[in-house]
Nanobody, 123 residues
Framework: QVQLVESGGGLVQTGGSLRLSCAASGSIASINAMGWYRQAPGKQRELVAM???????DYADSVRGRFTISRDNAKKTVYLQMNSLKPEDTADYYC?????????????????WGQGTLVTVSS
């Protein structure tokens, strides 16, 4: 079974910084992509940032230039450095991974989600 464990959320003032971490574990053969999504109260979940094994990165326009995604392949971990935080960044942040993992006696492509970590930015 594949799991994603997030850490690093919390309360920060406007203009402050936080760093989120997400570690993958389980019967993983390879990780194709890892990234972060967020969901604010009453809103749909949206992509924040994503990185692929080939080094491609994608950011939401609202965070580009303020957030940086990075990845440690050996540790199967992805990070999200969030700087210049704004109240509108307040949300539950979810780690996501697209992996090849061993499940039900074969290797399968799986979409995996973490449990979420809350980021609150006070004004």
């Amino acid at each position: 079974q594949v799991q994603l464990v997030e850490s690093g959320g919390g309360l920060v003032q406007t203009g402050g910084s936080l760093r989120l971490s997400c570690a993958a574990s389980g019967s993983i053969a390879s990780i194709n992509a890892m990234g972060w999504y967020r969901q604010a109260p009453g809103k749909q979940r949206e992509l924040v940032a994503m990185t692929t094994t080939r080094g491609n990165e994608d950011y939401a326009d609202s965070v580009r230039g303020r957030f940086t995604i990075s990845r440690d392949n050996a540790k199967k971990t992805v990070y999200l450095q969030m700087n210049s935080l704004k109240p509108e960044d307040t949300a539950d942040y979810y780690c996501h991974a697209n992996v090849i993992a061993y499940r039900y006696a074969t290797y399968r492509n799986l979409e995996v989600w973490g449990q979420g970590t809350l980021v609150t930015v006070s004004s």
